[in-house]
């Protein structure tokens, strides 16, 4: 069993900065790719960035220039540097790993609990 604990949100004013923590622990084998994911109140989720298990980066373009994705394989945990917070980057952040539990089982997709970003005007 995995679990995923995430950390970092609150309230920042317009141009200010956060930085947001997901550690994986538990039954872990090998990490693949690791993200972030936010949504909008009646809203699907969208990625907001994306770190490949050998630290290729995507971003959406909405967040390129602001955010920083990163990852630290040693800890399991993945971060999100978010700079130059604007109004519209509020919403509920989640992040997502890819993880092998074990040398015989199929990776799967966990999520995790969800961490409120608000950026006020």
């Known amino acids: 069993q995995v679990q995923l604990v995430e950390s970092g949100g609150g309230l920042v004013q317009a141009g200010g900065s956060l930085r947001l923590s997901c550690a994986a622990s538990?039954?872990?084998?090998?990490?693949?790719?690791m993200g972030w994911y936010r949504q909008y109140p009646g809203k699907q989720r969208e990625l907001v960035a994306g770190?490949?298990?050998?630290?290729?980066?995507n971003y959406a373009d909405s967040v390129k220039g602001r955010f920083t994705i990163s990852r630290d394989n040693a800890k399991n945990t993945v971060y999100l540097q978010m700079n130059s917070l604007k109004p519209e980057d509020t919403a509920v952040y989640y992040c997502?790993?890819?993880?092998?539990?074990?040398?015989?089982?199929?990776?799967?997709?966990?999520w995790g609990q969800g961490t409120q970003v608000t950026v006020s005007s």
């Open positions: 770190i490949t298990s050998g630290g290729s980066t």
């Open positions: 538990g039954t872990i084998f090998r990490i693949n790719a």
């Open positions: 997502n790993v890819d993880i092998r539990p074990t040398g015989w089982a199929w990776a799967c997709e966990n």
